[in-house]
Structures are given as C-alpha cells and as structure tokens.
C-alpha cells in the first residue's frame, strides 16, 4: 500500500465502486488481462519487478515492464511526497489495487474512499497503522486520515471561529471537494464521530449514496463524559494549558499528569502532541506542543453542546449510521440514549436508510488501541 502525505492527485474525480464480479467493463478486462502478468500481490510498497512471470518478449510484454518500472520510481517518490493543504493536513493510504491502476491505467473507476477522524487532542497518527491494515486487506480502496483544526500539522494552519463541530465538519467537506473524492465510509471517533455525522447533516455532495456513517463511542446528543475514577477531558485541557508552549522532557510531562490524576494512557497518549525542537539530529532536548489549546477548548465545549438527534431520528436516504459502545466506555451511555438509537433503527428501515447500534467488547473508550482486533471486524463490513 501507499500513504501519500497532502497530496491530491487530479485523476481522482468520483466516488464509484470498483467491482470485480459481474459484466466486466473494457477498463477492468484491461486491468484483469494486466494483473495476470503478476504471479502475486504487491509487497512492501513495491511492485517487485524481477517476480514478474513474464509469458513471451512481444512488444506489449516489454512495454508493460518498462512501466512497471516508471510505476515503482514514482511510488517511492509518492511516498515522500509533502505538500501543505490551505485547509487541512492528511494523509491518503493507498491499497495495493488503487495504486496499480491511477498509474498504470487512468481510465479505471476512481476508488472508493473512507474517511477517518480522530477525536480531541488527537491526531491523524491515530489512525495510521489501523488504515494500513484495511488497505492490506481491501485493496481496492484509499484511506484519508486528517489532522482536524487546531490538532496536529493543521494547528499552523489559521482557521477562522467558531470553532465548533459544525466548523470543522466544513473543514473536511471541503478538503475531500479539493481532493476530488467522494466519500462512501466516514469513521469518526470521539469528538470525529459527531464530525462525521455533521458532514452529513451539512451535504449532499460531496458525500455519496449510499454513504455509511461511524460515530465510534460517541453519542449524537449531550455528552456524559467521566465517572469518579476516569479521565475528564475538560479537566485534561484546562491542566495543559498550565504547561509552557516548549518543554524539555516528555516523562516529566507523564508524571505531572499521573500525579494530578490523569492514568498513564491518557498521559502517554497525551506527550504524542509533542514535537522535537531543532533540526532532526541536533543536540535539542526540549519540546513544543502541535496543538492550539485554546481553540480545542472551544471545540470541546461544542461537543458537549452540538445535539445531531435529528440527522439519526431522521437519516436521509441512502445513509446507514452505525454507533458503536465500548464495552468499558467512559463515557457513559445513557439508557435513554440506547433507547433512542434503537427506536431509529425501527424508523430508518422502514424509510430505506439505516441506523445501527454495536458493541466492542474488551475496549474502552480508546477502541482502536484498546481492542484493534475486534473493531476490525466490525467496521470491516463497510468495506466488502
């Protein structure tokens, strides 16, 4: 697989399927007759030329290994690719069959793409080694993963208030129109998964239909965050902003944080937003926040406040929205909220759309660290 780093490639213009079953269009004969020149998927970021079991020295076979080659020299170029969106930084994870044909051939379908967004004082990282993993095993398809306003490499990019839910759902309405691409999966979590469903309340395009919506721990309407015992993020940011701009030790930056009642995975998580000063193998020791705390402040108070009940009591056509609880949630679900997502599954599938509630067991709030295995298998159904 691939993972481009803000880079918007022009040959990317839809958001149709690529199928491989069915009445074969000319583009995927083509596609199938080139594919069966190669003994074996793709490896490492590679096409591995030399494994190539070419069938006789025609001019076409040639042809094909010379661009075979132009295709490996640019996919290790791609990979090193950075270029600053005016709107927000991301990353486009590739899998295997994407890569093949947006080079190789352009008159293939353009893929389908999932978007991926992380919660407060988190970044597009959170996602990384998650989207990898489903680009391995859904080639066919490209994962964008975004650094929201105020967090991660789109701190440095200005953005004007409020800075709300709403806001930053128009954020990323607008980088995957800049991108040319049209979402079919949007996986939001935390603070994301409300993004996520405010995308949708927002547009019709760019988003497709059908389009499957996941709001991964996380509520449509008031948020009900920390018992006795659990991390409160309202507390977490007010604590931070205690912290100067640069420090010199991330432990220190752990132990502060454990010793005002934070746990340790919150804290270590936490240090993740800090960037080494200096020039990479200089004698620097100190550190800098990537995020705007002021302006997630204000993000977080959007949370707890933006109520998105009536995109779920009432879900247009074509959109299937999924929650999913985590088992050891701290955020605590109300039985009122359960009930209220169970109703509108009632009302959705008699007006052909979707609305579904799930359960992973043996995580917490952060599901993708804390059970990586089974949200997998969960969310893996969008993708088939």
């Known amino acids: 697989m691939s993972a481009v780093s803000n880079f918007a490639p022009s040959c990317y213009g839809g958001g149709r399927s690529v199928s ?27 096409f591995l030329v030399s494994r190539l079991a070419l069938r006789q020295s025609s001019r076409a076979t040639k042809d094909l290994t010379v661009r075979m080659a132009i295709v490996d020299e640019r996919l290790a170029r791609r990979g ?6 005016e709107i927000l930084a991301y990353d486009l994870i590739q ?15 353009d893929p389908p793409t999932a978007v991926f ?18 680009a391995k095993e859904f080639p066919t398809w490209q994962f964008l993963l975004v650094d929201l306003r105020c967090h ?47 995308m949708v309340e927002q547009a019709a395009k760019p988003l497709a239909r059908p389009v499957k ?29 205690k912290f100067p701009k640069e420090v010199s030790s991330k432990r220190d930056v752990v132990n502060a944080l454990i010793q005002q009642g934070f746990s340790k995975d919150v804290a270590q998580w936490v240090v993740t937003n800090l960037r080494t000063n200096g020039s990479p193998g200089s004698s620097s020791s100190s550190f800098s926040w990537v995020f705007d705390l002021k302006g997630i402040a204000e993000m977080y108070q959007s949370y707890e406040e933006t109520n998105l009940w009536k995109i779920v009591e009432d879900v247009p056509q074509g959109v299937h929205v999924n929650f999913l609880k985590a088992e050891r949630s701290l955020h605590r679900w109300a039985l009122e909220d359960l009930q209220r997502i169970h109703a509108a599954e009632e009302i959705a599938a008699e007006e052909g759309a979707g609305v579904e509630m799930h359960v992973l067991e043996d995580a917490g709030h952060w599901v993708q660290a804390d059970n990586p295995d089974g949200l997998f298998r969960i969310l893996s159904s969008s993708f088939k």
């Open 20 to 46: 491989f079953s069915g009445t074969a269009t000319a583009a995927e004969s083509k596609f199938r007759s080139n594919m069966a020149l190669i003994p074996r998927p793709f490896e490492n970021d590679k």
């Open 80 to 85: 090193n690719v950075g270029k600053t969106s």
């Open 95 to 109: 899998g295997a069959l994407v890569r093949w044909s947006s080079i190789m051939d352009r008159s293939f379908p």
């Open 117 to 134: 967004l992380h919660g407060i004082l988190g970044s597009r990282k959170n996602w990384g080694t998650f989207a990898r993993r489903l």
């Open 152 to 198: 991660g490499d789109s701190a440095s990019i200005k953005k004007r208030g409020p800075h709300t839910v709403a806001s930053t759902a128009l954020d990323v309405l607008k980088l995957v129109g800049q991108l040319r691409m049209t979402p079919r999966v949007l996986v939001g979590h935390s603070f994301g998964g409300k993004v996520a469903l405010s």
């Open 213 to 241: 919506v996941w709001s991964l721990d996380a509520t449509p309407g008031k948020l009900r965050s920390g018992g006795d015992g659990e991390d409160h993020p309202e507390e977490l940011i007010a604590f931070l902003s």
